[in-house]
């Protein structure tokens, strides 16, 4: 469980994170002002807590601009319904609405439950990229008309990087994402998984996918390179 904390002030939402941290769900923290509408890193959050200590008109719409560009992440609104007037209550429309003095405890559970639920509703079966096939409930992958066999963090990332197409990812970003966010250490793990990915799904040479970009990282093509 990952997720984006949101307040007016810098020290609430730090202690929010804090508090969320140790019922196991992981956590960053930006204020309102820290240019929220362009935060490029929503997508990689399950879900965003917007603490609204201080009622205004203003605050209220910036709930609804966070709703808007989530990325279709459930967004929970943290607030003192008791200083909200009809009017106020009324332009709030969400199913997510907690107490502001909730435990923290308690929070954590409803969020890792609506988030599992969710994701659950929403769960894709399968990905296609041009003849690549990844069936995601069955753990099948398709190429070149052939059933393949990956290993476990082999089939996670393909599927990070099929999720991910025509970007130049890090091997750091990688292993962040598919091993661990806090894997700040230097390997060769990402490039002995992408060369076994290559042997396995990528081994025609004019209807390669994955390019090795020098001192950079790796790109996952929707297209085979030689048509690029």
């Given at each position: 469980?990952?997720?984006?904390?949101?307040?007016?002030?810098?020290?609430?939402?730090?202690?929010?994170?804090?508090?969320?941290?140790c019922e196991n769900i992981l956590c960053e923290s930006i204020t309102i002002y820290n240019n929220y509408k362009n935060?490029?890193?929503?997508?990689?959050?399950?879900?965003?807590?917007?603490?609204?200590?201080?009622?205004?008109?203003?605050?209220?719409?910036?709930?609804?601009?966070?709703?808007?560009?989530?990325?279709?992440?459930?967004?929970?609104?943290?607030?003192?319904?008791?200083?909200?007037?009809?009017?106020?209550?009324?332009?709030?429309?969400?199913?997510?609405?907690?107490?502001?003095?909730?435990?923290?405890?308690?929070?954590?559970?409803?969020?890792?439950?609506?988030?599992?639920?969710?994701?659950?509703?929403?769960?894709?079966?399968?990905?296609?990229?041009?003849?690549?096939?990844?069936?995601?409930?069955?753990?099948?992958?398709?190429?070149?008309?052939?059933?393949?066999?990956?290993?476990?963090?082999?089939?996670?990332?393909?599927?990070?990087?099929?999720?991910?197409?025509?970007?130049?990812?890090?091997?750091?970003?990688?292993?962040?994402?598919?091993?661990?966010?806090?894997?700040?250490?230097?390997?060769?793990?990402?490039?002995?998984?992408?060369?076994?990915?290559?042997?396995?799904?990528?081994?025609?040479?004019?209807?390669?996918?994955?390019?090795?970009?020098?001192?950079?990282?790796?790109?996952?093509?929707?297209?085979?390179?030689?048509?690029?």
């Amino acid at each position: 469980m990952y997720a984006l904390v949101i307040s007016e002030n810098k020290l609430t939402s730090e202690l929010l994170c804090r508090n969320l941290r140790c019922e196991n769900i992981l956590c960053e923290s930006i204020t309102i002002y820290n240019n929220y509408k362009n935060y490029i890193l929503f997508n990689n959050f399950d879900c965003i807590i917007y603490k609204l200590t201080n009622i205004s008109s203003k605050n209220i719409k910036i709930f609804s601009v966070l709703k808007e560009i989530s990325f279709n992440k459930p967004v929970f609104l943290l607030i003192n319904k008791y200083q909200l007037n009809d009017i106020e209550l009324s332009n709030i429309t969400s199913p997510y609405i907690f107490p502001e003095d909730i435990p923290s405890r308690f929070l954590a559970n409803e969020i890792k439950k609506i988030v599992n639920r969710l994701k659950n509703i929403n769960k894709e079966y399968s990905i296609k990229v041009h003849d690549v096939k990844l069936d995601i409930n069955k753990r099948i992958v398709e190429r070149y008309g052939e059933k393949k066999f990956l290993r476990n963090k082999e089939f996670q990332l393909l599927e990070f990087l099929m999720r991910n197409t025509d970007t130049l990812l890090s091997r750091q970003y990688i292993l962040e994402n598919v091993w661990d966010r806090n894997a700040y250490f230097i390997t060769n793990t990402v490039d002995v998984h992408i060369n076994s990915l290559r042997k396995k799904i990528d081994y025609k040479r004019h209807q390669q996918l994955i390019e090795t970009v020098y001192c950079s990282g790796y790109i996952f093509h929707s297209k085979p390179m030689c048509n690029n």
